[in-house]
């Protein structure tokens, strides 16, 4: 049973909220406090926060149908109908993607987003790529014994405390084998990167699955050497990386966690009640390659010269 939480005010770390808030104050200000925003109507801020993008929805559409699909394993021990179930991810992402509002019409850098040709073949790709992993007969073989203890896409944000503080680590995919934890993180970004953002992204990746670490241990009080956290890269094939941790590790991290933590409180009037500073004192980033993928740029008189190159989620 997953622990649960009265609601508190104060704000809780993540990743990615320590991600904004490094990246532009005034991000994380329109983020997580556009509600406080004097100038702009809350409802502005918040139809540029729910702005989407084509890499952004491969993700999001990829992870809903892997769900489906590991539910499904839970519930019956029936072969998987993979023609069946490539028709299912066809109907699933034309529907999701036509409600969405895109950033990229928005910001005038295409007329219009072709779902079927623009996000359907990489989430096909993927799924694909997933069906035929060594990974997936497993699960279906040996993993499949103790099904009804998988945790897949829980509900919520993953709270949790670390260090008694509030904090979000949300597992896509956890299951016991043995006497070990597994926990599986699914990514349609290629892995395969230039040399800088490859690095950004080791990193990243690796912050996460501390926390995913963090939180099964938390949840569970299951031991930490025994908690085994793993990157599943579903495109432009399947390919697997382990995370290695020891308990130096834990904590450091939990060390930093708390640091970040109280960067963050610093911007706050009013910690307990996570009432912000003025906006005013949460600066716009110098770094214009950040605007570009900004979802408020336009807030910020950033929208014009800037030239998007292609992304990767």
């Given at each position: 049973?997953?622990?649960?939480f009265?609601?508190?005010s104060?704000?809780?770390?993540?990743?990615?909220?320590?991600?904004?808030?490094?990246?532009?104050k005034?991000?994380?200000?329109?983020?997580?406090?556009?509600?406080?925003?004097?100038?702009?109507?809350?409802?502005?801020?918040?139809a540029?926060?729910?702005?989407?993008?084509?890499?952004?929805?491969?993700?999001?559409?990829?992870h809903?149908?892997?769900k489906?699909l590991?539910?499904r394993?839970?519930?019956?021990?029936?072969?998987?109908?993979a023609?069946?179930?490539?028709?299912?991810?066809?109907r699933t992402?034309l529907?999701?993607?036509?409600?969405?509002?895109?950033?990229?019409?928005?910001?005038?850098?295409?007329?219009?987003?072709?779902?079927s040709?623009?996000i359907?073949?990489a989430?096909?790709?993927?799924?694909?790529?997933?069906?035929?992993?060594?990974?997936?007969?497993w699960?279906?073989?040996?993993?499949?014994?103790?099904?009804?203890?998988?945790?897949?896409?829980?509900?919520g944000?993953?709270?949790c405390?670390?260090?008694?503080?509030?904090?979000y680590?949300k597992?896509?995919?956890?299951?016991?084998?043995?006497?070990e934890?597994v926990?599986?993180?699914?990514?349609?970004?290629?892995?395969?990167?230039?040399?800088?953002?490859?690095?950004?992204?080791?990193?990243k990746?690796?912050?996460?699955?501390?926390g995913?670490?963090?939180?099964?241990?938390?949840?569970f009080?299951?031991?930490?050497?025994?908690i085994?956290?793993i990157?599943a890269?579903?495109?432009?094939?399947?390919?697997?990386?382990?995370?290695?941790?020891?308990?130096?590790?834990?904590?450091?991290?939990t060390?930093?966690?708390?640091?970040?933590?109280?960067?963050?409180y610093e911007?706050?009037?009013?910690v307990d009640?996570?009432?912000?500073?003025?906006?005013?004192?949460?600066?716009?980033?110098?770094?214009m390659?950040?605007?570009?993928?900004?979802?408020?740029?336009?807030l910020?008189?950033?929208t014009?010269?800037l030239?998007?190159?292609?992304?990767?989620?």
């Amino acid at each position: 049973m997953i622990r649960k939480f009265e609601f508190t005010s104060i704000l809780g770390w993540s990743v990615s909220r320590f991600d904004i808030f490094t990246a532009c104050k005034r991000q994380y200000w329109y983020n997580y406090y556009g509600k406080f925003d004097l100038e702009i109507d809350a409802m502005t801020i918040n139809a540029l926060k729910n702005l989407t993008s084509v890499p952004l929805e491969i993700g999001n559409v990829t992870h809903k149908v892997i769900k489906t699909l590991l539910d499904r394993i839970k519930k019956t021990t029936q072969p998987i109908d993979a023609e069946r179930f490539i028709d299912y991810v066809n109907r699933t992402t034309l529907d999701i993607t036509a409600r969405k509002k895109f950033s990229e019409i928005y910001y005038r850098e295409k007329d219009d987003i072709d779902a079927s040709a623009e996000i359907l073949p990489a989430v096909v790709d993927a799924a694909n790529n997933l069906l035929g992993s060594d990974r997936f007969k497993w699960l279906q073989s040996e993993a499949r014994e103790r099904s009804d203890e998988w945790i897949v896409d829980p509900e919520g944000y993953g709270e949790c405390r670390i260090d008694n503080l509030k904090a979000y680590c949300k597992v896509d995919f956890l299951f016991p084998v043995g006497d070990e934890l597994v926990i599986i993180d699914w990514k349609t970004g290629k892995e395969s990167k230039p040399a800088p953002n490859r690095h950004h992204d080791d990193h990243k990746h690796a912050r996460q699955m501390l926390g995913y670490v963090i939180w099964a241990h938390f949840q569970f009080e299951h031991d930490i050497a025994k908690i085994r956290p793993i990157v599943a890269y579903l495109l432009p094939t399947y390919r697997e990386r382990t995370f290695s941790k020891n308990e130096f590790d834990i904590q450091d991290f939990t060390d930093t966690i708390r640091s970040e933590t109280e960067q963050m409180y610093e911007y706050c009037r009013d910690v307990d009640e996570n009432f912000p500073k003025s906006k005013e004192e949460f600066p716009m980033t110098t770094n214009m390659m950040i605007c570009k993928f900004c979802n408020f740029r336009e807030l910020c008189g950033r929208t014009a010269n800037l030239e998007v190159p292609d992304s990767e989620s």
